[in-house]
């Protein structure tokens, strides 16, 4: 038995122009403390799909599992790094990084502690009293990375958590989160952009197509651990590189196709 | 008679048209032609507070204004040269009416009595005074213990049978709602059986524009008293008259009340009185009330001209 | 230039803008002031007295005691009712703006409400409730509550479903959620509703005093206008303003500083 | 937490409408609004007739004769007075969202607008106005345009106020935006300030209505005319079950009006902000 | 004479706790038709920079010139691409690319038709009616990219344009960049993440430096055009890359001793 499993996960959003299917028939499964990532086109459903698993959208047809368990609301047990952030504009970068711990059972001075700890770990020290709108987009991406990492969560769904960053912070954090992931041992479903982010960083990279949302290939890293940058230099990664590539360009003619049929 | 002006009068009346005061608007509507008077319905601007009907004539919107007796007075004082040319109300049904065994007069002193009137400037205020005067207690509103200040009657009637309080001044009819909810309710007095002279409501208009316009002013005049003449004196006429002028008339029985009230007491001055006595002793309860410094010269605030010549143009006095 | 753009060049400018703020005021309201004497000095203007008069009868009304004692009692009425209405209002404002019961059963009679003139109910009210002091205290806070239910609803309604996804997501319980992203979300729209509640207050509490049971300012103000006392009405009239004004000042300035984050 | 994720479902968040559509998912009885309505509704109009019963009509008419009594507005004239009224009530409604809006948005936008401007309007919003009636009747007279200037005076401070607030709370990033496309500073009130503070403008408008209501009741019953004259001579009268009909036709009206704003503000918003789908009866 | 020049561009921001230098004394010229990158960690000050440039901010020292005049205010011949993507919400995608072309002299239908164009050219065909709460957050980046092409400015400000995009959407937007320009030759000022985006696309490669913003280092790229995926082969591509790799990470410690010494 897996611990989360996604079953025929489909999903129709009613707009005023006409029924959008943005979710095919998603099925896939995830083991406990695996490093799996998401990748597809702009618009692919990628958000959509986060959003489910962690409870917030009810999907249209189709469950997802923890633990055997079908769970359609948010817990304790996923922590959500959003695309846009989503912080508390009222609140300062360590109040928003608290935010999530508050409802914990925990000491006010524990809660800071950890909320200092993840701050610094995200390379915001000294912004603790800063206003969202005082910072930089890469800045305010970093606040809602710690903000979901503060609260410890078995499986962490991050949704392009490093869109927003500089290559150099992208990769500190790439490594920081390795290390954590390392350690902690968390389950993790990472959204991204980036090919060789997603080979860089996962057991397994799940491919998305477009219009209307679905798998189009699920490909196994089996590249040892710990990586370095020196994995760019192995023969199977440009091999690995070019198969995800070709499997979206495809997916995205596909879907081109399709769309002119329409 | 003949035709004085075509230019049509404008008239500002300081409170909405009731059946005991009907005759304001039916007398020169329908007999202001015998008097060569050129005005309709539309003529009469109708307000709810005094002082901004006679801003009205002040602004030139209107030219006379009808409202109370004591208030034109006040505004005299105030240093405006408002004269009064015409009464049109003396008397009006407001009793004095108690609950709770308050009966007589000199209960309304006791501290435990909760008495409600208007404030000491308003209508029932004057009247009260008037009252306590008539039953010689000697003494005013001032010396009442315990009083509530409830502007309108409509607020007083139900607070007194909501027994909120104890006794207050209210229209008869008033009374009459209030009596057949409240067992104990009764007339502790009256102001038109038990107050021997009252001038409740007259005209004015500015002096300068009174002299100017006497012959107007007077047939204007004439006009109301003749129907403070008809009216009393045929039920039916009066009836047509209130469901004329008066928006929601009461029903006939109700009606026929005020009307024998109207004829009895002689609510409407027949003659233009507005005596110098009269004159004074209302002034006085209103210095009394603490809304005039100072008793004036009668002569000074009335221009009888406009009067005598009304009563020479309806042919004399009657009894 | 653009005030939002070039914030940082305004806060540099902060001392010059203070001052010429003040002088406009000023200078505005000289101008008002000399209008106002030239048009009461008129002798048909006899509703309106110029200041001339206005100001020495509220000098003298202030010293004899008169007017504070009246603003001290129509004050604790409004302060009264006013706290009321701010419970309730926010309270029910939630309400509908969260429970579908209560928006399709309530909200509409609130609309309604709020539409309908208080003033209607006094000849009804003092029944059932009294006219003294709990009558006043209900007009004060039928007069404010609507105001404060409705910017507190729409506040509400206008959080953003982002935020509360992502409160949702950090498994945060609905009390929670009400604390810490809807309710701040939406205060700056209650603010709104509470200062313009004040200043409704404050007017209901008058309104009260005149047309129930006169008292206080009330019949300060029934007072002078039934003697035909210009000077003394609009000086009574003067200090309602004045004590509205100050109120929603003080508001305003409340509400600028609790909603500090906005403006960096 | 089940309680309220229905209450977020259907009210507070939009997150799940779009499922909940699909599946075609049928409301029970009880999440109906109709079914809803009926039990709310006609709990407080039993109230009412109970409590009239045991009041007597001194107090409180029966809501059943109040009933009658607003079937008897069609005949009796009331309604056609009524409808008179409305009419310098809209006028005077109209002018001032014309002249509030405006200068609403103006005095968010500038601070010198708001500097000179803004005393003034806070000092009328509390002033008691019908402290300036009689100033207001030397001005235009006591005919069809006093009532029009006196509900202009009661609806427009809410609509300034509410119109400034909402242009004041407008994300600053859309005015760089616009600064960027070299939006010139007129348009820039019809193209962004406008749209962006439009709930609030709705707002205002909004309670500005409500307050026209209550400037049209209190300009008639001061020059005692049309609606304002019926209804000081039913009071006097004590004819209860027509003097509420008559307030409930008034009350009705502006609820009316109000339901109209509300959906101009759906009509008017169509870009899904969360506004659109709350304010107001969603439909199912 | 240079067609842009930055000169001595210092901005310290005021905030409640502190002064915050967020630039310092940047000065720098771009010709006429060229293509620059602007490459720095998070927070170094890039959006601040490009909103100096496009005169939404002014500086607080310095100025910008454009052909040697003075310019604090935005023009039609700058064009902004928003990293925050400020599409307006009450507008669908068609009426927010139709915005920046409504303050120009032209006819309903050429605006129209010139919108539609460029949603064409951002792929996002069969949205025009989508309002951008409907849109993925790569949807909403691309139809920012169309507003600001839509007005064909002299001078394209595009801050981390693409940072949203998926990689194929990103590269078929990488081409398609390259092609407008090779054809319309504007000045692009280009602010990114991605050092290898930064090589592929400019002529000259700015790199800044944090805590005060500053430049560190500016590379001329001298690859010949037109460039394609070929290009990371070169002997010379990796070695810029890792020059531009350690003058970022030389810059970032600089940074962070210095904030220790604070
Ligand atoms: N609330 C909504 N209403 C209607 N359509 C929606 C809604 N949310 C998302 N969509 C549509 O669903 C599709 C998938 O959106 P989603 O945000 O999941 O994409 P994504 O893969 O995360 O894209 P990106 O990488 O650009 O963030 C898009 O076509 C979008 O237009
Ligand atoms: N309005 C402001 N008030 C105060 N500080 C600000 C403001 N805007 C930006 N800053 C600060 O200026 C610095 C530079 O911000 P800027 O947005 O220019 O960075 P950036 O290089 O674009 O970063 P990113 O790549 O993350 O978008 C940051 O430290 C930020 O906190
Ligand atoms: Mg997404
Ligand atoms: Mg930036």
């Not at chain 1, 928003?96 to 700890?117: I, P, T």
């Not at chain 3, 979300?185 to 007017?203: C, E, H, K, Q, T």
């Not at chain 3, 103000?221 to 035909?228: E, K, M, R, V």
């Not at chain 4, 079950?241 to 339901?259: C, K, M, S, T």
Request: net charge neutral.
């Amino acid at each position: 038995m897996s611990y989360v499993e996604v079953r025929n996960i489909s999903k129709v959003f009613q707009t005023q122009q006409e029924n959008l299917p943005a979710l095919e028939n998603i099925s896939f499964t995830m083991e406990q403390h695996g490093f799996y990532c998401l990748i597809g086109h702009s618009g692919c459903g990628k958000s959509t799909l986060l959003r489910i698993i962690d409870g917030l959208t009810e999907p249209t047809t189709g469950e997802v599992l923890i633990s055997a368990k079908v769970t359609n609301r948010p817990g304790f047990d996923r922590g959500m790094v959003f695309q846009h952030f989503n912080l508390l504009p009222w609140r300062a970068v360590l109040g928003n990084v608290e935010f999530g711990l508050e409802n914990r059972r925990m000491s006010k001075r524990e809660r800071r502690e950890r909320a200092m700890h993840y701050i610094h770990m995200v390379g915001l020290d000294g912004f603790e009293h800063y206003y969202p709108s005082q910072l930089s987009g890469g800045m305010q991406q970093r606040v809602g990375l710690a903000r979901a990492l503060a609260i410890e969560p078995e499986i962490l769904l991050m949704d392009e958590p490093f869109g927003s960053l500089d290559a150099q912070t992208r990769e500190t954090m790439q490594t920081e989160l390795m290390r954590i992931w390392s350690i902690e041992k968390r389950t993790v479903l990472f959204v991204t952009h980036d090919i060789e982010e997603a080979i860089f960083l996962s057991d397994r990279v799940i491919v998305m197509g477009q219009r209307p949302g679905r798998i189009v290939d699920i490909i196994d890293v089996d590249f040892p651990r710990p990586r370095d940058e020196n994995l760019r230099n192995l023969a199977g990664f440009t091999e690995m590189r070019g198969r995800v590539w070709k499997t979206l360009k495809c997916a995205a003619s596909e879907a081109k196709a399709s769309a002119a049929k329409r | 008679g003949e035709r004085v002006a075509d230019s049509a009068l404008r008239v500002a009346i300081t409170s909405p048209t009731q059946p005991s005061y009907v005759e304001t608007i039916y007398g020169p509507v329908h007999y202001g032609a015998e008097f060569g008077l050129n005005i309709t319905a539309d003529d009469f601007r109708i307000f709810d507070s005094h002082a901004t009907a006679t801003q009205t004539v002040l602004a030139g919107q209107a030219d006379i204004v009808g409202g109370s007796f004591v208030s034109h007075l006040i505004i005299r004082e105030r240093g405006l040269d408002f004269k009064m040319f015409c009464p049109f109300v003396n008397m009006d049904d407001f009793v004095m009416a108690g609950r709770n065994g308050v009966t007589e007069v000199e209960q309304l002193f006791d501290p435990d009595t909760r008495v409600a009137i208007d404030s000491p400037g308003g209508a029932s205020g004057v009247i009260l005074n008037a009252m306590l005067q008539a039953a010689g207690t000697g003494k005013t509103i001032a010396d009442l213990p315990n009083v509530r200040i409830l502007e309108s009657s409509a607020l007083r009637s139900s607070v007194f049978v909501a027994d909120g309080v104890d006794a207050t001044v209210i229209h008869l009819t008033q009374f009459k709602q209030a009596a057949e909810q409240v067992s104990d309710a009764v007339i502790i007095t009256t102001l038109y059986k038990d107050v021997p002279v009252f001038i409740k409501e007259a005209f004015a208009a500015p002096a300068s524009w009174l002299e100017e316009n006497l012959e107007l002013a007077a047939s204007f005049c004439a006009s109301v008293l003749k129907a403070a003449r008809e009216l009393p004196r045929d039920f039916d006429l009066f009836v047509s008259a209130v469901n004329e002028f008066v928006g929601v008339p009461p029903s006939e029985a109700m009606l026929r009340e005020t009307f024998d009230l109207i004829s009895q007491y002689e609510f409407w001055p027949k003659n233009g009185d507005l005596e110098p006595e009269a004159i004074t002793q209302m002034a006085k309860m209103a210095v009394l009330s603490g809304v005039l410094e100072e008793v004036p010269d009668p002569t000074e605030v009335v221009d009888r001209r406009p009067i005598n010549r009304a009563l020479e143009l309806l042919g004399g006095r009657v009894e | 230039m653009d005030p939002v753009t070039r914030k940082d060049t305004w806060i540099s400018q902060s001392r010059k803008n203070r001052i010429a703020k003040w002088g406009l005021r000023v200078a505005s309201f000289l101008v008002f002031l000399a209008v106002w004497q030239w048009y009461g000095a008129k002798p048909e203007m006899f509703a309106v007295a110029p200041p001339s008069q206005v100001f020495p009868a509220f000098y003298e009304a202030m010293l004899s005691g008169e007017l504070p004692k009246a603003a001290a009692g129509t004050l604790y009425t409004m302060a009264v009712g006013y706290l009321l209405a701010v419970v309730v209002g926010i309270v029910v404002g939630f309400g509908i703006a969260v429970s579908v019961w209560a928006r399709n059963t309530i909200e509409p009679i609130v609309n309604a409400a709020y539409s309908a003139p208080m003033a209607l109910l006094i000849p009804i009210l003092g029944v059932y409730i009294g006219l003294e002091f709990q009558g006043r205290l209900f007009l004060v806070m039928v007069w404010a509550v609507f105001v404060i239910i409705v910017n507190t609803a729409a506040g509400v309604r206008e959080t953003p479903p982002s935020l509360m996804e992502m409160a949702q997501s950090f498994g945060l319980n609905p009390w929670s959620i009400y604390r810490k992203v809807i309710f701040p979300s939406a205060l700056p729209y209650i603010l709104v509703g509470l200062r313009l509640g004040a200043g409704r207050a404050l007017r209901g509490a008058v309104t009260a005093e005149i047309l129930m049971s006169t008292t206080n300012l009330g019949k300060f103000l029934i007072d002078a206008g039934s003697t035909f006392n210009m000077p003394k009405l609009l000086a009574g009239i003067m200090l309602v303003i004045l004590l509205g004004l100050v109120i929603i000042q003080g508001a305003e300035y409340l509400e600028q500083r609790i909603l500090s984050w906005r403006r960096v | 937490m089940s309680g309220f994720k229905t209450a977020q479902q259907r009210g507070v968040t939009r997150l799940e409408k779009d499922s909940q559509i699909i599946q075609g998912e049928k409301l029970r009885l009880r999440d109906q609004k109709w079914f809803q309505r009926l039990l709310v509704w006609g709990l407080l109009v039993a109230v009412w007739e109970i409590l009239g019963v045991i009041l007597g009509p001194f107090f409180l008419p029966r809501i059943s004769q109040v009933f009658l009594s607003m079937f008897a507005a069609f005949t009796n004239g009331d309604l056609t007075t009524l409808a008179s009224s409305l009419r310098q009530m809209f006028l005077g409604f109209g002018l001032a969202a014309v002249v509030g809006i405006p200068i609403g948005l103006i005095m968010g936008r500038s601070r010198w607008a708001e500097y000179v401007l803004g005393i003034y309007v806070n000092a009328l919003f509390v002033t008691s106005l019908e402290a300036l009636l009689p100033f207001i009747i030397i001005l235009v007279g006591t005919d069809f345009y006093f009532r029009v200037v006196v509900v202009f005076l009661f609806a427009i401070f809410y609509i300034i106020i509410n119109t400034a607030a909402g242009v004041r709370a407008i994300d600053p990033n859309l005015f760089e935006t616009a600064a960027a496309f070299c939006t010139p500073r007129l348009k820039l009130f019809i193209k962004i300030i406008l749209p962006a503070a439009l709930p609030y403008v709705i707002a205002g408008l909004r309670l500005g209505l409500g307050h026209a209501v209550k400037g049209m009741v209190i300009a008639e019953l001061w020059v005692v005319v049309d609606t304002g004259r019926r209804l000081v001579d039913l009071g006097f009268a004590r004819k209860l079950p027509e003097y509420f009909a008559l307030a409930l036709w008034i009350v009705l009206f502006g609820a009316l009006a109000n339901q109209i704003l509300l959906s101009f503000q759906k009509r008017l918003t169509p870009w899904g902000s969360e506004i659109a789908g709350f304010t107001g009866s969603r439909k199912k």
